[in-house]
């Protein structure tokens, strides 16, 4: 059997995905090797209407907590589906599937393998969406820094994240799996959109799960000032001549005046969000039922 995830063509880590091999190695050890007829897939929004092609060589396609989104539409599903569980009521729906099979997100099991030291270095966490890592990180980590917020990137390794979440009295996430996490080691959590890279659908579904409701908190988009970005090759072109009409038009002490000024709004508001916002937390009898549940659906496999 083959672990099959979510890997970003840039070849950068993403905590949400990276999780996949540091959990299920734990969990499932000596299962996975390089036999792609069977694919187990698990942590990530990836059932959808493209996964089919993605595993070609797949006999044999095992769910487990994953989630429906992004692309255009769902896969159809035949005999060589086994859906041991996905992560919500809305996956479900989306799939077609009997509810008793949305149970959460598999990211809540880190819980069972990572044990917090107990020690809290900051009151607040920050933990930006991955493209906002990308291309501001350095810039959130500055506006961090300034308003004593522990800054907390997705492209670290999986451990540091783990680590620098539990030691934190209340995170505030664009990183789904970061609330996810959080909410797994008992670390209050907010939500926070700024663009809608920022998957409403599936926050909702896990939320369904932990039976909270998703209510984001929206911060001003840090990366309307930056310059343009090639998004592939065939576009580096065109980037380049905007970047270039884009300098022209503005002097290079007008940019570095924005900047400023979108940083001291960005930290204010963060500030303000952290400060005004009531935190989020499943109730310890559900996050300890849901952890019950996934551990005996995973059993199953093991059989």
Known sequence: ???????????????????????????????????????????????????????????????????????????????????????????????????????????????????????????????????????????????????????????????????????????????????IVADGLRVPWIPIRTSPRILAFKWQDWCSSIEVQYQPKYLIPLLEVYPPVARGIRSSIQAASHWLSWVKQESFSALNQQWQDKQKLSATQLMRIAQTSRPILSSDRRIEELTLKLEERLSQIRL
């Open 1 to 179: 059997m083959k672990l099959f995830y979510y890997q970003r063509p840039d070849k950068i880590s993403n905590f949400g995905d990276a999780l996949n091999p540091w959990l299920w190695n734990k969990l499932l050890p000596d299962v996975f090797d390089n036999d792609e007829t069977t694919m187990f897939i698990g942590i990530g929004t990836v059932i959808n209407n493209l996964l089919p092609i993605r595993i070609p060589s797949a006999h044999q396609i095992i769910i487990f907590s994953s989630g429906v989104g992004y692309e255009k539409g769902v896969p159809v599903l035949d005999n060589k589906w086994q859906i041991y569980c996905v992560r919500g009521l809305l996956s479900a729906q989306k799939l077609g599937i009997p509810e008793e099979l949305a149970v959460t997100d598999g990211a809540i099991l880190v819980r069972r393998l990572f044990k917090p030291s107990g020690h809290k270095t900051h009151s607040f966490g920050f933990m930006p969406h991955i493209h906002h890592a990308n291309y501001g990180g350095k810039l959130w980590e500055s506006i961090c820094s300034e308003i004593e917020f522990n800054y907390i990137d997705p492209r670290w390794p999986v451990e540091q994240v783990l680590t620098a979440i539990s030691e934190v009295e209340i995170l505030l996430a664009e990183a789904m799996h970061g609330a």
